[in-house]
């Protein structure tokens, strides 16, 4: 089924200040040490962004706020690639990071703490051929390139379909998904994959009258998680951390900040994980 953008409203406003997590009860008695953990962010949409002043927002940056807020711990926090991110917490010089996406083997030597689902939307040139606008019709037209970020999982459907496309040479991997936007303006790839936190940028007026948004799997959520080294953060700080997300997960304080930076159009395919 076809999926469409549609413009936010003032309701998203409206719908953040009856959503709004902040409370002084909120806070956690808290006497785990936890002082200059090492966290980093990674720059993706909504997740995590600049705004014209070059501050830096998103929705990861309100979970970790507020997490710190409520457990009083202090985080030193810097801004990656995922791969070298990942890397880093496997190596075991980063404790934390935000919006990790787990696989039997990350799982080796993390911990997944979920805080929203959702689930990707292949994103593909207008002017496709119709008979190549399903994942199959795609794979068929040996032409057709997609564009994906580097160290990204999409899911168990995608993976396979990528590795399809992959073995024919058919995939470009960058370090961002600001890079797979150029990549398709430049019409050097013909489809990429795009989660809703992602796709603010496409609502750029050169670029909204050149796509279809397609939703190939409708069924296969991803969960996006605060990640937790196994080998430098404690089974007693990891329990504590998991506390505090299910309580702002419960008190509503994750679908605020959720429809903060998304408005209530692309929240529709984006979830508070329960």
């Not at 909120?26 to 014209?52: I, T, W």
């Not at 807020?69 to 404790?95: E, H, P």
């Not at 409708?218 to 430098?232: D, G, H, M, Q, R």
Request: hydrophobic share 40%; with cysteine; charged share 25%.
């Amino acid at each position: 089924m076809q999926y469409y953008l549609r413009k936010t409203t003032i309701l998203s406003g409206l719908l953040f200040l009856i959503l709004l997590c902040f409370c002084e009860f909120c806070v956690a008695d808290n006497n785990v040490a936890c002082s200059q953990l090492r966290l980093a962010f990674y720059e993706d949409g909504a997740l995590f962004y600049r705004n014209a002043k070059g501050e830096f927002l998103g929705i990861d940056k309100d979970v970790v706020d507020e997490l710190q807020r409520r457990t009083a711990c202090s985080f030193r926090t810097s801004v990656d690639s995922r791969v070298r991110i990942w890397a880093q917490i496997r190596q075991g010089t980063l404790d934390l990071s935000v919006s990790g996406i787990a696989t039997k083997e990350r799982e080796k030597f993390t911990r997944f703490i979920p805080y929203f689902s959702t689930h990707n939307f292949a994103i593909l040139r207008k002017n496709l051929p119709p008979e190549s606008q399903s994942a199959e019709g795609f794979l068929a037209y040996s032409q057709l390139r997609v564009g994906v970020v580097k160290g990204f999982q999409h899911g168990e459907t995608y993976e396979a379909w990528l590795a399809q496309m992959r073995s024919q040479g058919r995939v470009e991997e960058v370090g961002d998904f600001e890079t797979v936007i150029r990549l398709f303006r430049a019409h050097r790839i013909d489809a990429m994959l795009a989660l809703p936190t992602g796709m603010l940028p496409l609502q750029a007026p050169e670029l909204r009258e050149q796509f279809v948004i397609k939703d190939w799997v409708p069924t296969e959520t991803v969960n996006f998680s605060l990640v937790i080294s196994k080998a430098n953060v404690s089974d007693e700080l990891a329990v504590l951390f998991e506390k505090t997300i299910a309580d702002m997960r419960k008190d509503g304080c994750i679908e605020a900040i959720l429809h903060k930076h998304l408005g209530p159009d692309l929240m529709t395919n984006v979830h508070n994980v329960n």
